[in-house]
């Protein structure tokens, strides 16, 4: 096989991850009602650990600068910032029923560069070796399976239909195999090094900003045991693939 169709196979595999949040479609909807905000708290914690173990040490490989990296993390925390300004006036001020949480707008945007940066990435490590870019590939498929979960669990929770979310959760994912193919059309021309701590800083505000918050509604004693425990869950996740990856 060529680098061009490993590249297409592995970005249709990525993809397909989204689907994992079909599990939910068996579920009745008072137990979806209550696996819900744990699965809001173990996003918020994957996105944080996504965010501090993994995009922000790669980025700093490659922008030397300290300044540059913390400013294009904090450019992606504004624009996101801004973003929800935006998405909340849009949808506040319209009398309608259809109205959704800017949050879930977010994270299928955030999802989707994300996703299409790893594809830029993994497409251009297959162009090198083949091999190499399996190994890269299966460990951003471990990565990216809590974060589908999570991901599903926030749209669920901003008023989508399951059925509506995993679609558009598998749309983002597609952005995966974007990232590749454009990575196969331009190969190592390409400079996008700034985009990883500008994608950063946008996980960084969905997690901390939107999810976080989410979460601290609950009053519960058992209840938030159980989310700060879903919490820790996703940053411990997180924090052992790095572990993994770079032994």
Same mark, same amino acid.
């Given at each position: 096989?060529? +680098?061009?169709?490993?590249?297409?196979?592995?970005?249709?595999?990525?993809?397909?991850?989204?689907?994992?949040?079909?599990?939910?479609?068996?579920?009745?909807?008072?137990?979806?009602?209550?696996?819900?905000?744990p699965?809001?708290?173990?996003?918020?914690?994957?996105?944080?650990?996504?965010?501090?173990?993994?995009?922000?040490?790669a980025?700093?490989q490659?922008?030397?600068?300290?300044?540059?990296?913390?400013l294009?993390?904090?450019? #992606?925390f504004?624009?996101?910032?801004?973003? =929800?300004?935006?998405?909340?006036?849009?949808h506040?001020?319209?009398?309608?029923?259809?109205?959704?949480?800017?949050?879930?707008?977010?994270?299928?945007?955030?999802?989707?560069?994300?996703n299409?940066?790893?594809?830029? #990435?993994?497409? +251009?490590?297959?162009?090198?070796?083949?091999?190499?870019?399996?190994?890269?590939?299966?460990?951003?498929?471990?990565?990216?399976?809590p974060? =589908?979960?999570?991901?599903? #669990?926030?749209?669920?929770?901003?008023g989508?239909?399951?059925?509506?979310?995993? $679609?558009?959760?598998?749309?983002?994912?597609?952005?995966?195999?974007?990232?590749?193919?454009?990575?196969?059309?331009?190969?190592?021309?390409? =400079?996008?090094?700034?985009?990883?701590?500008?994608? +950063?800083?946008?996980?960084?505000?969905?997690?901390?900003?939107?999810?976080v918050?989410?979460?601290?509604?609950?009053?519960? $004693? #058992?209840?938030?045991?159980?989310?700060?425990?879903?919490?820790?869950?996703?940053?411990?996740?997180?924090?052992?693939?790095?572990?993994?990856?770079?032994?």
């Open positions: 096989m060529t +680098a061009l169709a490993w590249i297409v196979l592995t970005g249709l595999a990525m993809s397909a991850i989204a689907l994992v949040g079909s599990t939910t479609l068996l579920m009745k909807q008072a137990t979806l009602d209550r696996i819900v905000m699965l809001v708290a173990f996003a918020a914690g994957s996105l944080l650990g996504g965010a501090f173990f993994h995009m922000l040490p980025a700093s490659t922008i030397t600068d300290p300044t540059q990296l913390y294009w993390t904090l450019l #992606g504004t624009v996101f910032f801004a973003l =929800e300004q935006f998405l909340h006036w849009h506040c001020h319209r009398a309608s029923s259809n109205c959704k949480e800017p949050l879930t707008y977010l994270i299928l945007i955030g999802d989707g560069l994300h299409f940066l790893g594809g830029l #990435g993994i497409g +251009a490590v297959f162009l090198t070796d083949v091999r190499l870019g399996l190994a890269a590939w299966l460990a951003a498929a471990a990565h990216e399976v974060q =589908e979960l999570g991901d599903f #669990g926030v749209l669920i929770h901003g989508w239909g399951r059925k509506k979310a995993l $679609l558009f959760n598998l749309f983002s994912g597609l952005t995966f195999l974007v990232g590749g193919i454009v990575a196969w059309m331009v190969s190592a021309r390409l =400079e996008v090094s700034f985009l990883v701590p500008f994608a +950063a800083g946008n996980f960084i505000y969905i997690g901390a900003s939107d999810l918050p989410e979460v601290n509604k609950h009053r519960d $004693l #058992g209840a938030n045991i159980v989310l700060f425990l879903c919490f820790v869950g996703g940053l411990g996740l997180l924090w052992l693939m790095r572990v993994v990856v770079t032994q």
